[in-house]
């Protein structure tokens, strides 16, 4: 079963290939010109190195909740009170 807790790269991305080479454990690579995430379950749960490296901010993480997944596709949590 997946954790919940991996990051999600926004469309946004320019391939500076800066989160690729910190992370620990390689598990964000490059596949045709596309950063992707390779078995999320290793991801350890509050890493944020990826994000932290990121000079574009386009690094979000999904952590199980509804909020998570909004600002991961829209760069910012949501404002309407229900989430």
Known sequence: MAKNWYP????????C????VVCPLGLLVNENN??????????????TKCSDICTEKVINYFDGTDESIMKA????????GTH
């Open 8 to 15: 999600i790269i926004s469309g946004k991305c320019t391939k």
């Open 17 to 20: 290939m800066a989160c690729v």
């Open 34 to 47: 596309q950063i992707n995430l390779i078995n999320s379950e290793k991801c350890p749960v509050g890493c």
């Open 73 to 80: 596709f829209s760069g910012s949590s949501c404002s309407c």
